[in-house]
Nanobody, 114 residues
């Protein structure tokens, strides 16, 4: 089973940018859809973005206009470019692959604070 691992999180000031990466241990083409979610302390997991193998994208309301999802099949990676970050974007961000299995990464912490 292909595993996913996120990276790229960290501390950033409000208004800043981060690019999260999600690396697959095998072929990312095995997933028909890749998604990003996040979960802040005390809150439910929130949908951020998805990208299908056909190239369709969809974004959650909190991500529209600020975040961009992309994939590099040759590198077996998915990315989440996050711009104009706000303190309310602080959360653990998770990568998810949908295919024969529903696979989740362990998450990466993003903290937006001055």
């Amino acid at each position: 089973q292909v595993q996913l691992v996120e990276s790229g999180g960290g501390l950033v000031q409000p208004g800043g940018s981060l690019r999260l990466s999600c690396a697959a241990s095998g072929s990312i083409a095995s997933f028909h859809t890749m998604r990003w979610y996040r979960q802040a302390p005390g809150k439910q997991r929130e949908f951020i973005a998805l990208l299908t193998s056909g190239g369709s994208t969809r974004y959650g309301d909190s991500a529209k206009g600020r975040f961009t999802i992309a994939r590099d099949n040759a590198k077996n990676m998915v990315f989440l470019q996050m711009n104009s970050l706000k303190p309310e974007d602080t959360a653990v961000y998770y990568c998810n692959g949908l295919g024969s299995f529903d696979v989740w990464g362990p998450g990466t912490q993003v903290t937006v604070s001055s």
